[in-house]
DNA sequence: CTGTTAGCGCTTTCAA
DNA sequence: TTGAAAGCGCTAACAG
């Protein structure tokens, strides 16, 4: 490599000192340079291709402009995950027009929170992003009482932290309705992991609030507990069906677990819509694919990156964000699966 | 925030100066420093719960530990890219127990490179990956000429950089193969982009190869050319089908694509695989699930993102790689749109 | 209008 | 075995 260009070897080819230099570079207000020294510097800076070194300015500027973002996921999971391009390019859009970069770093569940803490501690980033915090991250409470800047995609019980999550239980409710809607009364379902997960336990409130509201009483043998993965979806609905329980309608509260469902009313010879009625929560791409296409909860991934991007960058600027913890809409995507009338049959609406 | 705690404020406790501090912690070989010393030092540390900054360390270490990931798609390409999180994934564990993070960087295909040349001229970070370089963007030559360190995933036509791609041509031709032990003579292609794509000229050619390796002419009639989407693969199966042509399999470039042309066969009730066997490529997640399960070629994801991380770190150390452009090799993924006898139903075997 | 000077926090010769 | 001092490349008070 080349030995690199600096300030002091454009000074020295425009005959002024470094200050100059770095006041006609960075175009400082109120520093008026006359006219001719700013085009000879100008001019040896770009003779000599010169860039100024963002590590040097990191240092003086006290900033990284970099912003951590923290995938909490195992390999696998991540493998699955369908939302990580469209997350990641909407915190990317949301903070890039501010200056700030993404340090992308996944760390599996297992991994102590201490791997991703090293980022703000060592003050690699600014701040940071974690998509789905475990519950046991208790660390970045503290940090964050102590300054740092934290924002979750999702949420952490019991704690204030900035946050973007989706209406986990906005979104499940409006599936249990479409199912009331349709006349169903005995509703079954299948959650998406343990509730441990909050994301999990909202959902499956939401689907209570439902029933009840409508006066229909829960059922607690129509409920069974998914996993996240295809397997326990297809093991849920084996078990939930040799359970000898009657029931006209399933929510499963994730498109994923709903394949392995799916897979296995098909094994059983059990026809969709007609013989049961199959409510997803995702939209993943696959959802409107499978055979018959599947009713489902749209959940907005870009929005959540994008959400959390802002989010971060109004608090590295010390704004006091009004609405710290951000929840953002979802909306039924009504296919084939639910027996409701379609007009926009996916085999022939190509969008 | 709490001022910053340096080396200074540990060597104050410890009652040494800064210089030991670094001795200690950083445990620098032949530096015998006693026992008692060393104690304090890192009792001191520990008590300030003091972490080195990392932007001073790059200064003086020159260099980031820092590669820059930047992914050269349209936001849309972005989204459907089922790809990216696996990629992702195999960059940064190829990287990490070197010390390295990844910079995610999305750029638009129009976007200038400057847009991520900045990226390295201005030692943002110390090498680039570039996912999907567009065939015009030269500067990365001349960049990595002058010492710049830069990886393709995928390849830069007339060009040696250092290189990670999928082997096209013989995915391809291990499809086309896989149709012509089938039987099929007469055989269509829909491809998954424009040629000027390599991997799409790339594709095409490896399906000629087969086909007259087995002496079977290549029909130009049978060709029709995709652009990524389902929709071009809608249009490219109407477009073949309507011309005429008699063909009774067909291989799609591109899962996606073959989603679309699909589609179109369904709408015209022509049954997979009795009717029209159909192979794609890329092996996208939906593939086992649309109906009949889609034989496909199985693309290493993790292995492209893998080995383009590993070759960075070898190029960032000065070693000189054997073998700057690597191939990985892709596997046929038997299902049913082909016909071929599947003893692992995807309805049962639920992996 | 321009230059001198002092850091940012760390590592690392070189002396003591 | 430890400390003083220089310097990475840049910015920004403060003079002149």
């Known amino acids: 490599l080349a030995k690199r260009v600096t300030t002091r070897d454009v000074a020295e080819r425009a005959g002024v000192s470094r200050t100059t230099v770095s006041f006609v570079l960075n175009n400082v207000p109120g520093m008026r340079i006359s006219e001719e020294t700013r085009q000879r510097v100008l001019d040896a800076a770009r003779q000599l291709k010169y860039y100024p070194d963002a590590t040097a300015r990191r240092m003086v500027a006290g900033q990284t402009k970099l912003i951590g973002f923290v995938l909490r996921q195992s390999p696998e999971q991540v493998f699955g995950d369908h939302f990580l391009p469209q997350v990641l390019n909407g915190v990317s859009q949301a903070v890039s027009q501010y200056g700030y970069h993404i340090l992308f770093l996944p760390i599996p569940p297992d991994a102590p929170a201490e791997d991703y803490m090293r980022l703000v501690h060592e003050r690699h980033v600014d701040g940071i992003i974690i998509s789905g915090p475990r519950s046991d991250d208790r660390e970045l409470v503290s940090a964050f009482s102590e300054g740092a800047k934290v924002v979750l995609i999702g949420k952490l019980a019991e704690t204030d932290l900035p946050s973007v999550d989706v209406d986990n239980i906005g979104g499940a409710r409006m599936a249990a309705e479409h199912l009331i809607g349709l006349g169903h009364r005995q509703i079954g379902m299948i959650t998406n992991a343990p509730t441990v997960y909050t994301g999990s336990s909202d959902r499956l ?53 709903a394949l392995g469902a799916v897979r296995f009313l098909r094994e059983r010879s059990i026809r969709l819509p007609e013989d049961l009625a199959v409510c997803g929560f995702d939209d993943i791409p696959l959802a409107d694919f499978i055979d018959p296409p599947l009713t489902t909860v749209k959940l907005p991934a870009y929005g959540l990156g994008w959400g959390a991007g802002d989010l971060m960058v109004r608090l590295l600027n010390e704004e006091i964000p009004d ?4 929840i953002l809409e979802s909306t039924l995507v009504v296919r084939r699966s639910c027996g409701a009338s379609v007009n926009n049959s996916s085999l022939i609406d190509i969008t």
């Open 205 to 257: 409130n939401g689907f209570r609030d439902a029933l009840e509201k409508h006066g229909i009483p829960v059922d607690t043998n129509l409920i069974r507990y998914g996993n996240f993965t295809i397997e326990s979806g297809y093991e849920a609905m084996k078990n939930l069906l040799d359970s000898g329980a009657a029931f006209t309608a399933v929510f499963i509260a994730s498109d994923t677990v």
């Open 323 to 326: 609405q710290p913890e951000i």
